[in-house]
């Protein structure tokens, strides 16, 4: 019985005690809707990437102290100062960006928006298909980037502003030679073409052909960059590629293609399903390869 007096005189007795005033709520939400407001944000820029960095960092942090790692604490402990700097630096478009959207949006907006990010409808879907299928045959170069989770804002304002629903022939146009809007990239927010003649990152990777040009390297640094889901239709061929992951994906059927919009489509569905029918997929292009 003593140990249970114990308990509740200097574990439960404080909180009883504690006096909750309206000022307290009022204090509590504000911190509330500022640590949502935080966390959207890092989700949203390459500061996700750069948060799961930390939390590695920190998880080793951890394991040097109960372990004892002197120098390990040491170089954590005098590397802490020029690291915030470091990151203060790197991240001052995104931080500016953000206090801009501060004085800019509505606080109440982001709870009422009930836009899934990163779908699209079944009619965007046939148009996309349809406006790669037409510019291949014409042989015409396009790069269309579709916007999932990670947002483009930074690639779409290297562009001109289209803000308009898809459609084939407005894609077609769009990238019809000797056209104002033709060169660059198109960005695609759920249902719309906000952007055109955009500037993607360019991807290192070494393994890309070297019989590929600035449009599919493009495509490939969008998707190493961010989440995007990016179509690629070549000049030179006309073949239709697809980006996505930091992978290109070549030469897909219209059949093909429509599967992958698809699975962008229904990107919130169970992530399982999702990666059994992209392995489905990767196999039925094998099998469709070796047989050509």
Same mark, same amino acid.
């Not at 962008?264 to 390869?289: C, H, M, P, T, Y």
């Given at each position: 019985?003593?140990?249970?007096?114990?308990?509740?005189?200097?574990?439960?007795?404080?909180?009883?005690?504690?006096?909750?005033?309206?000022?307290?709520?009022?204090?509590?939400?504000?911190?509330?809707?500022?640590? /949502?407001?935080?966390?959207?944000?890092?989700?949203?820029?390459? %500061? $996700?990437?750069?948060?799961?960095?930390?939390?590695?960092?920190?998880?080793? /942090?951890?394991?040097? #102290?109960?372990?004892?790692?002197?120098?390990?604490? $040491?170089?954590?402990?005098?590397?802490?100062? =020029?690291?915030?700097?470091?990151?203060?630096?790197?991240? +001052?478009?995104?931080?500016?960006?953000?206090?801009?959207?501060?004085?800019?949006?509505?606080?109440?907006?982001?709870?009422?928006?009930?836009?899934?990010?990163?779908?699209?409808?079944?009619?965007?879907?046939?148009?996309?298909?349809?406006?790669?299928?037409?510019?291949?045959?014409?042989?015409?170069? %396009?790069?269309? &980037?579709?916007?999932?989770? =990670?947002?483009?804002?930074? /690639?779409?304002?290297?562009?001109?502003?289209?803000? %308009?629903?898809?459609?084939?022939?407005?894609?077609?146009?769009?990238?019809?030679?000797?056209?104002?809007?033709?060169?660059? #990239?198109?960005? &695609?927010?759920?249902?719309?073409?906000?952007?055109?003649?955009? /500037?993607?990152?360019?991807?290192?990777?070494?393994?890309?052909?070297?019989?590929?040009?600035?449009?599919?390297? #493009? #495509?490939?640094?969008?998707?190493?960059?961010?989440?995007?889901?990016?179509?690629?239709?070549?000049? +030179?061929?006309?073949?239709?590629?697809?980006?996505?992951?930091?992978?290109?994906?070549?030469?897909?059927?219209?059949? +093909?293609?429509?599967?992958?919009?698809?699975?962008?489509?229904?990107? %919130?569905?169970?992530?399982?399903?999702?990666? *059994?029918?992209?392995?489905?997929?990767?196999?039925?292009?094998?099998? *469709?390869?070796?047989?050509?």
């Amino acid at each position: 019985m003593d140990t249970i007096r114990d308990f509740f005189s200097n574990y439960v007795s404080p909180f009883i005690l504690l006096r909750i005033t309206v000022i307290d709520v009022i204090e509590i939400l504000l911190i509330a809707v500022l640590v /949502y407001y935080v966390i959207k944000w890092v989700k949203n820029t390459k %500061a $996700w990437a750069l948060l799961k960095g930390i939390l590695v960092l920190f998880a080793i /942090y951890v394991l040097a #102290a109960l372990l004892g790692f002197d120098a390990i604490l $040491w170089i954590f402990a005098n590397g802490v100062g =020029v690291s915030i700097t470091a990151i203060i630096i790197l991240f +001052q478009p995104e931080l500016r960006k953000a206090l801009e959207q501060l004085g800019k949006k509505s606080i109440v907006s982001p709870f009422f928006d009930s836009r899934e990010e990163g779908l699209i409808s079944d009619k965007s879907v046939n148009e996309l298909v349809r406006a790669a299928v037409e510019l291949g045959k014409a042989k015409t170069g %396009a790069l269309i &980037v579709l916007e999932r989770t =990670v947002n483009l804002d930074e /690639y779409e304002a290297t562009g001109i502003k289209v803000d %308009a629903v898809i459609t084939a022939e407005l894609l077609i146009n769009i990238f019809e030679h000797n056209t104002p809007l033709h060169d660059g #990239a198109v960005i &695609v927010r759920g249902d719309r073409v906000t952007a055109a003649t955009c /500037y993607l990152p360019l991807s290192d990777n070494t393994r890309i052909s070297k019989e590929l040009g600035t449009r599919h390297r #493009a #495509a490939v640094g969008i998707s190493e960059a961010t989440d995007s889901f990016t179509i690629v239709v070549s000049e +030179q061929t006309g073949g239709v590629s697809i980006a996505e992951n930091g992978e290109l994906t070549r030469r897909v059927s219209k059949e +093909q293609l429509r599967e992958r919009l698809l699975l962008f489509q229904n990107s %919130a569905a169970d992530k399982d399903n999702k990666e *059994g029918r992209r392995k489905k997929f990767l196999r039925n292009i094998r099998k *469709g390869a070796g047989t050509r």
